[in-house]
C-alpha cells in the first residue's frame, strides 16, 4: 500500500478539529485579552507616568505567551488524546497515513490557528491599552519566540498524549503544567524575584519566564543578553525531545 503524507484535505480537516474545541477557542483568544485589559486598568494608576509605556509593553508580551500555550499545550493535547482514545490514528495508519504525515497536518492546523489568534491578540492588545510599537529586529525575535514556543508545545503536548492514550488524564496533566507555567514564569502578576531560591531556580529554566519578564528591555531598541533565554530555551526542547521519543517509540509498539 503506497503510504500517504500529509495532504491539503488532511490540514482543512485538523483545522476543523481546532476550531472545534471551545476550550482552545476560549483560553487562546478571549482569556490573554481580558488579562491584558484585567491587569492593565488595575495595576496602572498605581504605576509611576514615566515607566507606565515599559510596563505597559512587558504586560502585553507576557500575556501573548497564553496564546501558544493554550492552542499548544492544552487544545492539541486533548483533541489528540480523544482521538487516540478512538483509535483513530491507528486506523488512519491503516489506510496508509503515516504517522509524521498526522503530526505534520496537526502541527500546520495549530499553527494556522495561532497566526489567526495572534493577530487577534495584537490588535485587540493595540485597541485596548496604549502599546508602543517595537522595534523592528524586537519584533522579528518576538514573533520568532513565539512559533518556537508553540512548536515545543506541540510537542510536549503531543507525546503526553501519546503515552497517556487517554482523554481525562492527558487534559489534566496539560492543564497542570499550563497553570504551573503561568505561576512559575510571572504571568499571573506575581515576579518571580519574590519566590524562593529553589522555586526561582525552576522558573530561570524555562524560557517563558524571559519572555514575560524580560523582553520588555529591548522592546524599543535596548539591549539584551539572550544567553539564559537560549539556554532555557535548549533546555525545554530537550525534555521535549525525550518525552516525543518515549512517546513515539511506544506508539511505534503498539502499531506493530
Known sequence: MKRKVCSLSLVIYEVKNVCGNPFTIFFSTAFPILMLFLLSTTYMSQIPEAIRGDVINQLFITMSMVVPMSIFLIGHGANYSQ???????????????????????????????????????????CLLVDVQAPTGRAAVIFIITIYVLAAIFFVISHAIATLVK?????????????????ILCGMM????????????????????TYVSQEFGNFWRGGSYNFAPFLQSL????????ILLFFGLRKEKRVIK
Open 189 to 208: 502578576g506575581m515576579p518571580t524575584e519574590s519566590f524562593p531560591k529553589g522555586i526561582r531556580m525552576a522558573a530561570d529554566m524555562l524560557p517563558m
Open 83 to 125: 482521538e487516540l482514545e478512538k483509535d483513530i490514528p491507528l486506523r488512519m495508519n491503516l489506510f496508509g497515513f503515516t504517522h509524521a504525515g498526522m503530526m505534520l497536518a496537526k502541527m500546520i492546523a495549530n499553527f494556522l490557528f495561532l497566526t489567526a489568534a495572534f493577530i487577534l491578540y495584537v490588535v485587540a492588545g
Open 166 to 182: 487517554k482523554f481525562g488524564p492527558t487534559y489534566a496533566i496539560t492543564m497542570m503544567m499550563y497553570f504551573i507555567f503561568l
Open 234 to 241: 535548549l533546555f525545554l526542547s530537550a525534555v521535549a525531545g
